[in-house]
């Protein structure tokens, strides 16, 4: 079965500091790889998905993610963030050729505080 | 103004109560989810579905039970089994199961007392 694991719970910042959220994924196979935030009071939105080709992956509001399939990882970054990226962070894969294709799987969140 | 409507946002009942959780979407995809989110728990899957008349158990499908007689609506029950029901429950759809993103309703939260 698959699974996600996102090491950090709650990642205090800075305005300016940059942003890096790890993500590791348990599946050997072919994997659709996503990131989605959830503001205040908001409904969950994508951030960026990784389907193929260029495994650094460019989203919304400057978030970028990198595949690295050696590691079963799908890392978020940000160079710079703001106070408005304040939120909690869900890291999820999907494995579309697998025995469960319907399974989005999701990491247990990472919830960034970022001090004006 | 296409999108997914979960409704109540809120709901309270009454433990030893079966409740039903809304879910329409109107943007033509075929694959429907519910999921639990609670606390430090992430999301977890309850039920999918990829096509009308079909659904799949998730992760933590135990006293619950879903329908999809409609493409656009897939609505949960949370039956009395469920042992700890109270929670956060999102709705989500896709174009296709697993292969296009999924998008998100606003949430109902259901307190049961």
Not at chain 2, 25 to 41: K, T
Request: proline share 4%.
């Amino acid at each position: 079965a698959q699974s996600v694991s996102q090491h950090n719970h709650h990642v205090i910042l800075s305005e300016a500091a940059s942003l890096e959220l790890g993500c590791n994924y348990s599946y050997g196979g072919t994997v659709n790889l996503f990131w989605y935030v959830q503001y205040p009071g908001q409904h969950l939105q994508l951030l960026l998905k990784y389907f193929s080709g260029d495994p650094l992956v460019k989203g919304i509001k400057g978030f970028e993610a990198e595949f690295i399939k050696s590691k079963f990882s799908f890392n978020l970054r940000k160079p710079s963030v703001q106070w408005s990226d304040t939120a909690e962070y869900f890291c999820a894969v999907n494995a579309p050729y697998g025995g469960s294709q319907g399974n989005l799987i999701f990491g247990k969140g990472t919830k960034l505080s970022v001090k004006p | 103004d296409g999108g997914i409507t979960q409704s109540p946002k809120y709901l309270f009942r009454k433990e030893g109560q079966n409740v039903t959780l809304s879910c329409e979407q109107n943007l033509n995809h075929d694959a429907m989810y519910w999921y639990r989110q609670d606390p430090g728990q992430g999301l977890r899957l309850i039920y999918y579905s990829q096509i009308v008349n079909d659904f799949q158990k998730g992760d933590i499908a135990e006293g619950y039970s879903v329908s999809r007689e409609k493409k656009e609506s897939f609505p949960l029950t949370v039956t009395s089994a469920q042992k700890n029901p109270t929670a956060f429950y999102l709705c989500a759809s896709s174009a296709q199961t697993g292969r296009t993103e999924a998008f998100f309703g606003q949430g109902t939260r259901l307190t049961v007392v």
